[in-house]
């Protein structure tokens, strides 16, 4: 049973447009959110994260939104670039002493230029 | 500072052998988490070592082992393995376990191939 789906394998955007990938949840016990991007031969980097306390935090070009009543989050990325083309993971934590992260499977984004 | 380092990158064994991997994670970082990733299944937690002690486990079996030393480098062995251990293998690294999520950072992974 994944407790964090993303259920867009890949998603295709042009260079400049915004990019928007979905992620939904299960446990409403997480209260913290990351998202991560992962390039091929490297491993995960993190890439921005939002507070169970907070629907929306931004970093430059990306924005994590957080809908907790409908345990939706999504991260927007306005404008994509194609150094974006990557996988994107989001995770999800319960809190907690036993702070494991709980991954979705993730989307392929492309960014055509 | 160098990252977090994995040996090796690339393995292939058949099934019922054992294989060991080995983690060097970031110099002054204490705790090391190791993850699972099979196409579809994203990143899976498999167990968290500080101090050489494992602090929490994932849902996996009795077959997936690890351990710690005292310069925190990490092993994880798998024995008896199976066609469904095929799969990159990440570790992760941060400070201390209670540290935030966010300065947990990835090793390259291991690309494990059981045949």
């Known amino acids: 049973d994944q407790q964090v789906k993303q259920n867009s394998p890949s998603l295709s955007v042009q260079e400049g447009r915004i990019s928007i990938l979905n992620c939904d949840y299960t446990?409403?016990?997480?209260?913290?959110f990351l998202w991560y991007k992962k390039y091929p031969a490297e491993g995960p980097t993190f890439l921005i994260s939002i507070s169970s306390i907070k629907d929306k935090n931004e970093d430059g070009r990306f924005t994590v939104f957080l809908n907790k009543s409908a345990k939706h989050l999504s991260l927007h990325i306005v404008p994509s670039q194609p150094g974006d083309s990557a996988v994107y993971f989001c995770?999800?934590?319960?809190?907690?002493?036993?702070?494991?992260?709980?991954f979705g499977s993730g989307t392929q984004l492309t960014v055509l230029p | 500072k160098a990252g977090v380092t994995q040996t090796p990158r690339y393995l292939i064994k058949t099934r019922g052998q054992q294989v060991t991997l080995s983690c060097s994670p970031i110099?002054?970082?204490?705790?090391v988490s190791w993850y699972q990733q099979t196409p579809g299944q994203g990143l899976q937690f498999l167990f968290e070592?500080?101090?050489?002690?494992?602090?929490n486990k994932g849902n996996f079996p009795g077959r997936f082992s690890g351990r710690q030393f005292s310069n925190s480098r990490s092993e994880m062995n798998v024995s008896t393995l199976e066609l469904g251990d095929s799969a990159l293998y990440l570790c992760a690294s941060s400070l201390v376990p209670s540290g935030a999520l966010n300065e947990q950072f990835f090793g390259p992974g291991t690309r494990l191939t059981v045949l």
């Open positions: 070592y500080f101090s050489e002690t494992q602090r």
């Open positions: 110099s002054g970082h204490r705790s």
């Open positions: 446990n409403s016990m997480f209260d913290y």
């Open positions: 995770a999800a934590s319960a809190g907690g002493s036993a702070r494991q992260l709980t």
